[in-house]
Nanobody, 117 residues
Framework: QVQVEESGGGVVQPGGSLRLSCACS????????MSWYRQAPEKPRELVAT???????NYADAVKGRFTITRNNAKNTVALQMNSLKVEDTGVYYC???????????WGQGTQVIVSS
């Protein structure tokens, strides 16, 4: 079993910054990818950023240039630095872990981000 826990969410004004963190524990084995998703009210969950084996990163167009995903393999953590936040960034942010050789994903329970003046 893999446990995933997000933290760092909160309320911030437009233009502000937040740093989200995700901690992974349990039967981790080898991680293929670590991702951040978000879900705005009444909208489908969408991919925000991914970091995969080898360090390659991918970002949604909506956050490119503003968000940065990083990982610490030794500590089994992944962070999302969010700068220049916009109202449309509001949502619950989820951490997703994909292990090598598996189709199953492991999810945290989310951390809420509210961007409002």
């Amino acid at each position: 079993q893999v446990q995933v826990e997000e933290s760092g969410g909160g309320v911030v004004q437009p233009g502000g910054s937040l740093r989200l963190s995700c901690a992974c524990s349990g039967s981790i084995f080898s991680i293929a990818a670590m991702s951040w998703y978000r879900q705005a009210p009444e909208k489908p969950r969408e991919l925000v950023a991914t970091i995969i084996s080898g360090g390659k990163t991918n970002y949604a167009d909506a956050v490119k240039g503003r968000f940065t995903i990083t990982r610490n393999n030794a500590k089994n953590t992944v962070a999302l630095q969010m700068n220049s936040l916009k109202v449309e960034d509001t949502g619950v942010y989820y951490c997703d872990i994909r292990r090598k050789g598996e189709e199953n994903d492991y999810w945290g329970q989310g951390t809420q981000v509210i961007v409002s003046s």
